[in-house]
């Protein structure tokens, strides 16, 4: 990132009134979670989605993906929120609205401070049966690495229960949808941190930003599918290029 790309990213958020931060699996890397898709260690390079991440592959093998889940949610639950996720909550307090979107199932944003948080993907911290979406509030069982479990039935309905994330094929959540959209009709400026743009329809929200006549900023330490569509292209990880943003527009404010 640069001091004048940083600059007029500050001016940016500063004259946007509506706020909204789009993130994707780059916005956790830096509080140990594993992205999708870098290639060194991304959880896709060692899993095949098609096993996990689907209603099909959980029907198949319900052991092998219930405890695939249960180790992301273990180290999810162990993880904390990094200065990233910290620089979005306190810009919340420093524009006059800000509303954040995630794609992450994660819930860190919500750990940092955030409120109101658009979770378009789910959350790995909720859990629901398979065949009637009856929510599950009980206690899961311990995971250890390395160990394979059976899902737990419901006790509504007997159902294995799956987590209350978003698998390839399914629908998103309605009311999810139809906020972030909305949000990324109003906004003024979307801040875009930490996604490779290769997943729709979360892709399309900086289109429909821009479209829209908002700035975009995007925050990466890659350029993505989507830096074609960015105002300002901030180079960097989100734990630092955050909070420099941050800083940058208490400067700016004084
Ligand atoms: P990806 O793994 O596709 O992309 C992660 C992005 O984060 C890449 O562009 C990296 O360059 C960037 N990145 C890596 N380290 C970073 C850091 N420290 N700070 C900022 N950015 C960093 O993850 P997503 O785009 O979020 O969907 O993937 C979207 C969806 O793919 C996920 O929500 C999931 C998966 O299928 C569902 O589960 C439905």
Known sequence: MTPEGLERA?????????LAVSSGAGMSRESGIPTFRDAMEGLWARFDPQELATEAGFRAN????????????????NACPNPGHVAVAQLAEIVPELVVVTQNVDGLHADAGSRGVVEVHGSIRRVRCLDRGHAFT?????????EEQDPPPCPVCGSPLRPDVVWFGEMLPVDAVQRAWSLAGRCGAMLLIGTSGTVWPAAELPLVARRSGARVIEVNPHPSELTHAADVFLQGPAGEVLPALLAAIRTAAR
Do not use: H, I, N
């Open 10 to 18: 500050a001016r940016m958020v500063a004259d946007s009134g509506l």
């Open 138 to 146: 009980g206690e899961l069982p311990p995971y250890t690495e390395g």
């Open 62 to 77: 319900p052991r092998r993906v219930w405890s695939w889940y249960a180790w992301r949610r273990e180290r999810v639950l």
